[in-house]
């Protein structure tokens, strides 16, 4: 008799998804879209896909910093609000938007223990990275900055009701901190971050696949310098797997387009046909 594993206490109650806040910045709209896309493709749980957008935020009045030159995204700073918009409850998920999962989140999940004691003693959960970037500029020539726990902060678990949490991510805090205490975690005892194994945050031109070890295969691939959206970048590794991702969804939505106008599926089929030909 197969006896499954207990569920793991980061989900939600039965009924809700599981939340995941993704960074969003206009200047990488499909990447946002393809990011949100792999992850709900690949989910065998209900998952609820939100983008912070950072002028919400301010017209909402939760956001009110001024944009450093070193903040290369909108939303460098943003992404700790993450346990204050999921209402300092459960765990939520944050990722940048330039994130392609190629697994399911609910196996990110069952990464923490699943005693619910360990795992609420738990603030947050990321790969631990030693990242020291070689390239001065990354993206469409934004400014590369070197910090200790670089790229910790891109991809995190929250425990969104931990007291620290509670504490210290509200949006004065995250409008007024330093950088280095919000991309440090500076507000955490070291015990309090648990590690989560580096495919989950696989760091292209950074880390590396054994060929003889199936634990090196990425699980969800981080274009951190850049991706195949930009002009840059439209051939580093992995890009054959974001290129296929981003086909398919534009596919998808010409397809729902052209049902929007009475066309139905044999005529789309035949227009894409003679796309592809």
């Not at 223990?113 to 609420?120: E, I, K, M, R, V």
């Not at 910090?147 to 969104?160: A, D, G, I, T």
């Not at 052209?258 to 089929?269: A, I, M, P």
Request: net charge negative; with cysteine; glycine share 6%.
């Amino acid at each position: 008799m197969t006896v499954s594993p207990p569920p793991s206490p980061l989900l939600p109650p039965p009924g809700e998804p599981f939340r995941v806040f993704v960074g969003y910045d206009p200047r990488e709209d499909e990447a946002y879209e393809v990011c949100r896309r792999s992850l709900l493709r690949h989910a065998s749980i209900p998952v609820e896909v939100i983008p912070i957008r950072q002028p919400d935020l301010r017209a909402a009045g939760l956001y009110w910093r001024a944009r450093g030159p070193t903040e290369s995204t909108e939303f460098s700073f943003t992404r700790f609000l993450t346990p204050y918009l999921a209402g300092y409850r459960g765990w939520a998920l944050f990722v940048d938007c330039d994130f392609l999962y190629i697994a399911d989140v609910a196996d990110l999940l069952a990464c923490l223990p699943s005693d619910s004691d360990a795992s609420s003693r738990l603030a947050v959960a990321c790969v631990k990275h030693e990242y020291k970037p070689a390239e001065a500029t990354k993206m469409d020539g934004a400014i590369q900055t070197v910090y200790p726990r670089k790229n910790w902060s891109s991809m995190v678990l929250y425990n969104c009701a931990h007291p620290k949490n509670v504490a210290a991510l509200t949006p004065e805090a995250v409008s007024t901190q330093t950088g280095a205490f919000l991309h440090r975690f500076a507000w955490l005892d070291d015990h309090e971050i648990g590690e989560l194994p580096f495919v989950w945050n696989f760091l292209v031109g950074h880390n590396r696949v054994d060929p003889d070890d199936p634990a090196t295969r990425p699980k969800a691939i981080h274009y951190t310098c850049g991706g195949p959206w930009f002009e840059r970048y439209k051939d580093c590794e992995f890009a054959d797997l974001w290129i296929k991702e981003a086909a398919e969804l534009r596919a998808e939505k010409e397809k729902l387009r052209l049902k929007e106008h009475g066309e139905d599926e044999e005529e789309c089929n035949n227009k894409q046909d003679g796309n592809n030909n």
